[in-house]
């Protein structure tokens, strides 16, 4: 129940739709408006499960996480929603046989659900198996144990070139001994994991073979690699009047000028003091750059385009002009931009970002990173630094054109995986013939 993950989840819905598969979308009230209207051109069928009311801690009529106050009310939110279980399981016991459940990863009550209906459930966290595998290292293995300082780089058992810091981490993961209820969440949640059938990974095994190894080999359940879906889309349609940033991308192209294109995402906050930095760097680069950004303007209308409606990011990474991609490395915007080519400048900010920024720079080497001047990757990030760092990627510097060649085989690499009989479509015609198409001799557990 948040707009970063119904997104994907009801993108995945319509896939497997396409493959003939039939779907029903178990909702909220609240939820379901935007979610019926957003697959009217299908059939597939959408339930609405009531959501619990008079919760303390959940503020009355908010039924997804993008409308809660702050993060703090994130636990009691996803706490709340096991109350929805029994309705839950009514529908699905009322539904032609179900064969498999999809569920994200953070409603771990589903596995109870499924363990009692004797149904396969496989589970979506929008995550990288590199995150996943690193993230569940912590938990278990606590490597970060041995450093005296949040950013004293440590190496991590069994993937021994891995460099980490403690600070690559939020918590609960980045303490020693978690505790609290955000940590018995996780734990939660992660338990429910490992008893599931399996993972859906919006990403292809070969951009990161050695994490899915070790994640299937070690950590399990199998994490099946599908994507990067955003290249399974077709291409929109054109419509006759071109939006204002495609006008100024083909304007720019026109001049033989690069872009840099920067968003952070939507659901991160900025120090304004960082955010002011950021602008001077921008500017002191002299770099054009095209900014997904709701706040201000007025000094930048030189050589940028600041952007506030919605923007088909896809298509943005593919304009011919945009050269790279200031980003905030969600996952989402790292497939995107592999999938175009486009090289990152990595700055992450919350979630598991951080990860994601090692996966773009360390792993992949189809980026670069602006780190704080003491080299930590949580400190304040000064504009001499933007500046330096967006020259490097967008101009000059030997690194930067090492990641742009990188991108364009990288890029190469994972349009071949989506292409007709790649891996990733053949990963996805498995799971259907595994999972999906036959209910397998799952026994329900024991009370
Ligand atoms: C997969 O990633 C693409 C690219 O960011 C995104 O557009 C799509 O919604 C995602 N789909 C799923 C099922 O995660
Ligand atoms: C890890 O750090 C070492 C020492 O700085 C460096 O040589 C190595 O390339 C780093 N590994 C990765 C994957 O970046
Ligand atoms: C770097 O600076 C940040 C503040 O910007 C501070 O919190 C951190 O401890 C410093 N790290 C190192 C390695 O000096």
């Not at 929805?84 to 990863?105: A, Y």
């Not at 399974?232 to 006759?240: G, H, I």
């Not at 770099?287 to 088909?312: C, M, P, Q, S």
């Amino acid at each position: 129940m948040s707009q970063g993950h119904t997104i994907p989840i009801l993108h995945l819905a319509r896939l497997l739709h396409r493959r003939l598969l039939s779907i029903t979308v178990l909702t909220t009230p609240a939820n379901s408006p935007s979610i019926r209207s957003s697959l009217l051109d299908t059939t597939i069928s959408v339930v609405d499960l009531p959501f619990p009311v008079n919760i303390p801690g959940v503020p009355p009529g908010i039924e997804s996480t993008d409308e809660l106050p702050s993060i703090s009310f994130l636990v009691p939110f996803v706490t709340a929603t096991k109350l929805i279980q029994t309705h839950f399981e009514q529908v699905i016991e009322s539904l032609p046989t179900v064969h498999c459940i999809i569920s994200d990863g953070f409603l771990g009550w589903t596995q109870q659900s499924a363990d009692k209906l004797g149904i396969p459930r496989v589970l979506f966290y929008g995550m990288s198996n590199h995150a996943m595998t690193l993230s569940s290292i912590m938990l278990r293995e606590k490597p970060h144990a041995m450093v005296s300082s949040v950013d004293e780089v440590f190496s991590v058992p069994g993937l021994p070139w891995v460099n980490l810091t403690t600070n690559d981490f939020e918590p609960p993961l980045s303490e020693l001994e978690p505790k609290g209820a955000l940590f018995d969440f996780v734990a939660e949640t992660s338990a429910a994991a490992f008893k599931s059938h399996g993972i859906l990974v919006n990403g292809s095994y070969e951009l990161e073979p050695r994490f899915n190894n070790y994640w299937n080999q070690k950590i399990g359940p199998r994490a099946w690699c599908f994507g990067p879906l955003c290249l399974a889309e077709p291409p929109r349609v054109q419509t006759l009047q071109k939006p204002t940033w495609v006008q100024w991308l083909d304007k720019k192209s026109a001049q033989g000028k690069s872009v840099l294109y920067v968003a952070f995402g939507s659901q991160a906050e900025m120090a304004p003091e960082q955010l002011h930095e950021i602008v001077m760097g921008l500017e002191r680069s002299e770099v054009e750059f095209l900014w997904f950004v709701k706040g201000f303007e007025e000094r930048l209308k030189k050589r940028a385009l600041i952007v506030k409606e919605w923007v088909d990011q896809r298509e943005l990474l593919a304009h011919q002009s945009v050269k790279g991609f200031l980003s905030h490395c969600g996952w989402n915007s790292v497939m995107e931009s592999v999938s175009a080519s486009v090289p990152i400048l990595a700055f992450p900010l919350m979630a598991e970002q951080h990860l994601n920024a090692r996966m773009v720079v360390d792993e992949l080497g189809i980026g670069l990173r602006i780190l704080a001047s003491n080299g930590s990757v949580r400190g304040f990030v000064e504009s001499k630094d933007v500046e330096r760092m967006v020259r490097e990627l967008m101009e000059r510097g030997e690194k930067g054109k090492e990641v742009r060649k990188k991108v364009k085989e990288v890029g190469e690499a994972a349009r071949a995986a989506m292409g007709d009989g790649g891996p990733s479509s053949r990963t996805l015609d498995l799971f259907i013939d595994e999972v999906c198409n036959k209910k397998l001799n799952l026994l329900p557990s024991p009370a």
